[in-house]
Structures are given as structure tokens and as C-alpha cells.
């Protein structure tokens, strides 16, 4: 039984720092110079900004929620927020157990997060972006201004083209994917290594084997050729996430006035900034060939002239280009949106999948029941690396494979319940005061979140919580038929909340979900896992403020199925 989720004892707080961005942020702090230093401008900084906050809202209405965690009265905000970085999954567990259904403040070194049950889901659902806005909140975490991203306050290109191009051509796109991911299968895996007859086990860092593929997905999709295959956009958009994450975590631990003299300071800022150099070159040429392109493509579709496959490409570059406007179609800023896209398109995809291996091999008794409802569809469809090929390929659509997952599905579903990417979503920030239906009155500025992880784990959302159960949402949908299109992954709803919930849900999810489908269906048709170290068992996640982390450090052993 996973502890962490254990509701009878709380969470210990995590012993190990083996991802890069705690590794990153904890050097930093060991290895500084002068860290007598570094604490006191931090405590200063920290002192004159309540000072000001202090004077300038006085009259204005503040919050009346009572704030969890003070040790003692006398223990400062200050000590609270710390505690906070690395010590939230505790705070947010005593919180949710001994305050039930009931409203609380988390103090975080930048932000009050307003911490509401999940009664009032629907409500907040319900009020227009205008006054509660996911973008508003997610944006305010990058830190714009200073990573070179400020069109993410004014406008929503990169949104508009996963929910009106993506979307829409889903399957036409994941059939592109799969190409992409059967020429990035030759190269990420160890197949020089694997012998033939399944007897060798191979040592493989998972997670970093299924990010290199997620990232050539995407790229096919985002950019397509030959962008997709370039070496430097694929490193970008793995450390570009990164990069902006540690350099935004490291800011927001001073007051913006302090900004100015802190962000020259940051290493992973001065990447952010490198990698938005190095995209521009590479995107531009992409936009110098959709320019040149324009005509040729017109012709084409009056049957003139015949294009290429390269030429003939459609991208979600070229949408975005075609329905943009004004600076949205400047290299600068579409270069710099391209690298957004990643931020969610491959970092949580690849620790979804590695979180769905580690619980196969913590529960090895599923392998069986996974593995022969995909050796099932191969035998009539044929193998899952041949999907998105069509029927010159010597395969089906996509679609055709990932539709008849639904074991698979309902061990994704179960997977993300246990280990949501946050703990605390979907969240909100207060553009203008709100009021709520029952008096609770939310300020201008204030961050709105629920307890998503204590939800999902929580007895009287799911029938034993604690058990690792990957049929659970499988039988929902076999109860009857009129429940066979519900209880699917990436679908929104009150007690699945991984994805967000209402009108802010991810645009993206759906061409996650078949991307993780894709990726993990070939795994188990072509190979068996374990843990490296048997003994140490699953690898932890942890947390730095309400982000979760897979263990980067985390290795398996592979070896090819002997049929």
C-alpha cells in the first residue's frame, strides 16, 4: 500500500530530491556563497513587502477564511510559507482531515491560496473567466514578464488552436504521431541491447525514454518536418519546462519589487532566455516555408498542381499562422509560443506513463489481464506499431486500436486518481471580488483551489481509496449501457478532476490520453518491466509547493516478450 496515500497515517515528508528541478533549486540553496546572506535579504524582502501590503490594504476586505498550519501563534508567515515549499502535501492532508467540507487558507511564499471543498465546483464553474481565470493563475506562476512570454496575459492563440484544430482532427493528428513515434521507437529504446530470446534484462530510465518520444510526437504535430527531427528543438522542448519552471519557483520566492535584482542572478533564466534564441531560428524557417508554401497549397486544392508530403503537411504552426494576427504572427512571439506548448505537452504525459509502469510493477499481477486485452486487438488488428499506417501500411487507424483499450483506459484513470500532477486543482485566480451563493467572499488577486488529491483519495468519493484498483472505472462502464461513453479517460468530471474541470479543462487532454494509450500499448505488446531495485519498491513522488514529481532517478529492467 502506497503510504502516502494512506489515509489512517499521514504522509511523512519526502526524503529524496532525485528531480532535476528539486536537485536545481536545492543546490542552489547549499552550494550558495554566502547563504547567511541570501537568508537575510530574503527575510528583509519578505519583512518590507508585508510592511507595504500592510499599509497600503489595510482598508481593503480580506479574506475571513481561517489559515492552516501555525504551529504556535508566534511562529511567522514567513516559516509557514517555507514549510510550504516542501512540506505541502502534509499541510494540505491535516488541513482536509481535521477541517472536513470546510474552507482554508495555505500560505505559499508568493500567494494565499483559498483552499474550497468541492461542493462548490459547479458554482465556480459557472462564473465567467472575467472574474475566476485558470489562465490568470497558471500565467501568474511563469513569472511572463521576465521569461519573454507576456503574450500569455493578452491573448489565447495557443489555446484556440488545441480546441479548434487539435481537437476537431484529433485521430488525423495522433495518425501523424504514431509515425513519428515508430521512427523515435528505433532510436530511444535499447534494442542494440535486447537479445532476441527475452533472457537479458536491460537497465532503462523509463521516464526520460518515454519523454524523448512524446516530444517527436508532439513536435510532428506542433512544427512537423524536418523540425520534428532537429536535435535542438527536441532539447529545447524537454528543458525549456524546466528551465522556466526553476527560474519562476526561484523568483517568486522574493517580492516582485525585488524581481529586477534577482532575475540577472538565475542561471535557468539565462537558458529560458538562450532557448527562446535558438527557437526563433528554428521556427522561423518553419514560418518562411508556410509563407512560401501559401500559393503552391492554393493551387493544389484547385487540383493544379500536386504537392509533396512534406509540402503537403498541416500543422498546428500553420493554423495558428493562418488565423493569427498582428504580433501573434511575429517569429518572436510564435517561436516563444511554440515553446509554451510544451510546457504541458510533454513533462506531464511522460510522468503519467512512468507513473503507469510503476504501478504495474508494484502490482505485477495486472501485467496479464493488460497484455492480453492488447495481444487481443493485435491479433485481429494487427500490432500496435502499425496503427496510424492505414491499410497501404499494413495497419489500421489509430483510433480504430485506441477505441478498444478500455482495460488500459481504466488503468490510466486509476493511475492519475492515485497520482494527480497537482494536489491542489483546478485552480482559479480572482480577477475582481467575487461573492459566492453563501456569503464567502473571495478578493481581487486571491488563488482559488480544491483539495483535488485528498478528494480523489477520500472514502466517501471512492470505495476503498487505498486500493489500487485499475478495474475500477472499467466496471463503472460496463455496469450498463447507457454508461459505456462515460467514465472514459480525459473526460471532466467532480470526482476526476486530473485534467481540470468545466469550460478551463486541459484543450489538450484528449491527444495526451492517446498518446499515453499509443505508447503504452506497444510497451506491453513488445516488452516486460521491473523495478531495478526490487527491495526499494516503488519510486516515491514527492512534492515541491503543490506540484507533484516523479523520482527522475528512477530506473527498470526490460527485456523483450517471448511469445
Wanted: charged fraction near 25%.
Amino acid at each position: 500500500m502506497n503510504t502516502l496515500h494512506n489515509r489512517s497515517s499521514p504522509p511523512e515528508p519526502p526524503n529524496s530530491y532525485a528531480n532535476p528541478f528539486y536537485l536545481t533549486i536545492k543546490d542552489g540553496i547549499e552550494h550558495l556563497n554566502y547563504p547567511k546572506t541570501f537568508a537575510l535579504i530574503l527575510i528583509t524582502s519578505w519583512l518590507l513587502s508585508n510592511t507595504a501590503k500592510w499599509l497600503t490594504n489595510g482598508k481593503r476586505k480580506k479574506l475571513t477564511i481561517p489559515t492552516w498550519g501555525y504551529r504556535s501563534w508566534f511562529e511567522p508567515t514567513l516559516l509557514l510559507q517555507a514549510r510550504f515549499v516542501m512540506g505541502a502535501r502534509q499541510l494540505v492532508h491535516e488541513a482536509y482531515t481535521k477541517m472536513p467540507n470546510m474552507p482554508f487558507v495555505l500560505k505559499r511564499y508568493d500567494a494565499d491560496f483559498l483552499i474550497l471543498p468541492i461542493r462548490y465546483l459547479d458554482e465556480l464553474r459557472l462564473i465567467p473567466l472575467s472574474k475566476l481565470s485558470n489562465k490568470g493563475a497558471n500565467v501568474a506562476n511563469l513569472v511572463p514578464e521576465y521569461h519573454g512570454i507576456t503574450f500569455l496575459l493578452t491573448n489565447n492563440l495557443h489555446v484556440e488552436v488545441l480546441r479548434k484544430k487539435l481537437t476537431p482532427e484529433l485521430w488525423k493528428f495522433i495518425d501523424s504521431a504514431s509515425s513519428e513515434l515508430s521512427h523515435g521507437w528505433d532510436m530511444s529504446l535499447p534494442h542494440a541491447q535486447l537479445s532476441a530470446n527475452g533472457n537479458d534484462w536491460v537497465k532503462i530510465d523509463f521516464e526520460r525514454t518515454v519523454r524523448d518520444l512524446v516530444a517527436r510526437m508532439t513536435a510532428k504535430v506542433f512544427l512537423g518536418d524536418p523540425a520534428c527531427r532537429d536535435e535542438t528543438w527536441l532539447g529545447i522542448s524537454v528543458d525549456f519546462s524546466i528551465d522556466l519552471f526553476t527560474a519562476s519557483f526561484t523568483m517568486k520566492m522574493f517580492p516582485p519589487w525585488m524581481y529586477p535584482l534577482i532575475a540577472p542572478l538565475i542561471p535557468a533564466r539565462r537558458r529560458v532566455l538562450k532557448q527562446l534564441k535558438a527557437a526563433r531560428k528554428i521556427v522561423g524557417e518553419q514560418m518562411r516555408k508556410h509563407a512560401s508554401l501559401k500559393e503552391k497549397r492554393a493551387q493544389a486544392n484547385r487540383g493544379e498542381v500536386a504537392l509533396t508530403e512534406e509540402e503537403a503537411q498541416d500543422t498546428l504552426l500553420d493554423w495558428m499562422l493562418d488565423h493569427g494576427k498582428g504580433d501573434e504572427v511575429r517569429v518572436e512571439e510564435m517561436s516563444a509560443r511554440q515553446c509554451v506548448l510544451t510546457l504541458a505537452s510533454i513533462h506531464t504525459t511522460a510522468s503519467q506513463a512512468a507513473n503507469m509502469i510503476f504501478d504495474l510493477c508494484e502490482h505485477p499481477q495486472w501485467w496479464g489481464v493488460l497484455q492480453e486485452e492488447v495481444d487481443g486487438i493485435a491479433k485481429e488488428l494487427g500490432p500496435p506499431g502499425l496503427a496510424g499506417r492505414g491499410k497501404d501500411g499494413g495497419g489500421v487507424s489509430v483510433k480504430e486500436w485506441c477505441v478498444r483499450l478500455e482495460k488500459l483506459d481504466s488503468f490510466f484513470q486509476e493511475t492519475q486518481r492515485r497520482e494527480p500532477p497537482i494536489m491542489l486543482g483546478p485552480q482559479r485566480l480572482a480577477q475582481q471580488d467575487v461573492t459566492l451563493k453563501d456569503g464567502t467572499y473571495i478578493p481581487r488577486g486571491t488563488r482559488v483551489a480544491f483539495p483535488m488529491l485528498e478528494h480523489q483519495m477520500d472514502p466517501q468519493t471512492y470505495e476503498n481509496p487505498n486500493e489500487y484498483d485499475p478495474m475500477r472505472f472499467y466496471r463503472k462502464r460496463h455496469e450498463s449501457p447507457d454508461q459505456m461513453h462515460l467514465h472514459m479517460a480525459g473526460q471532466t468530471h467532480p470526482n476526476v478532476l486530473g485534467f481540470g474541470y468545466g469550460n478551463q479543462a486541459c484543450p489538450g487532454r484528449q491527444f495526451a490520453v492517446a498518446e499515453i494509450k499509443l505508447i503504452m500499448a506497444r510497451m506491453l505488446y513488445e516488452f516486460e518491466f521491473k523495478f531495478a531495485d526490487e527491495k526499494k519498491g516503488r519510486p516515491k513522488t514527492t512534492y515541491i509547493n503543490e506540484m507533484a514529481m516523479t523520482d527522475w532517478n528512477a530506473r527498470l529492467l526490460m527485456r523483450k516478450r517471448v511469445r
